[in-house]
């Protein structure tokens, strides 16, 4: 079963520009995650958040987590046409030892 | 040079034929995972193993098969069972307990034909 939606599905923006991605979810977490996927590739883990976190960076990545509305965001700063790709989230669940993962968000970064 | 490995990249199948697919990790990993992605989607899981010689039904086992004879190698056979098999496998490896922090192998596309 998919646990997280991604939203939005696609997003296309300009070099320079911010992005911001969300995540839902629907069970109680220990942590959640997010993923890159390059077309027809393999997936990269981007950042872990932990369920006691609200805010977290790394790099140009930048994710918050609200347990009360079972939601986080990723924003990618400063945007590069490199970083087209589809992120996904995962969240690891108390019981259940795998990843669940959302649907993703297409991003393209025009140059 | 450390990592996961799958094999072949790409796999064209009959229809009512058996295919395998090779994962192969030198993580030294306890756990690793299979998953499932059709196009547009996110990743279902198939199968997991937490130790060698045992395995656990994910969300969409049916018409799948996988063996844990050894640490490195968790291979995953696609059935004649599975009504839809054409999509893209990806395996994955962690650390027994760890399952928030996996590494990803490059993933197989299988195309039945």
């Known amino acids: 079963s998919q646990q997280g939606e991604e939203d939005p599905q696609a997003l296309s923006i300009q070099e320079g520009e911010n992005a911001t991605m969300n995540c839902s979810y629907k069970?109680?977490?220990?942590?959640l995650q997010w993923y890159r996927q390059n077309s027809g590739r393999g997936l990269v883990h981007l950042i872990l958040i932990r369920s006691n976190e609200r805010e977290k960076h790394s790099g140009r990545l930048r994710v918050t987590l609200d347990t009360s509305k079972k939601s986080s965001s990723l924003l990618i700063t400063a945007s590069r046409a490199a970083d087209t790709a589809s992120y996904f989230c995962?969240?690891?669940?108390?019981?259940?030892?795998?990843?669940?993962f959302g649907s993703g968000t297409r991003l393209q970064v025009q140059p | 040079d450390g990592g996961i490995t799958q094999s072949p990249k790409y796999l064209f199948r009959k229809e009512g034929q058996n295919v395998t697919l090779s994962c192969e990790q030198n993580?030294?990993?306890?756990?690793m995972y299979w998953y499932r992605q059709d196009p547009g989607q996110g990743l279902r899981l198939i199968y997991y193993s937490q130790i060698v010689n045992d395995f656990q039904k994910g969300d969409i086992a049916e018409g799948y098969s996988v063996s844990r004879e050894k640490k490195e190698s968790f291979p995953l056979t696609v059935t004649s069972a599975q009504k839809n098999p054409t999509a893209f496998y990806l395996c994955a490896s962690s650390q027994p307990d760890r399952a928030d922090t996996q590494y990803f192998g490059p993933g197989t596309r299988l195309t039945v034909l």
């Open positions: 995962a969240t690891a669940n108390t019981g259940r030892r795998a990843l669940t």
């Open positions: 993580l030294n990993h306890d756990a």
């Open positions: 069970t109680s977490i220990n942590n």
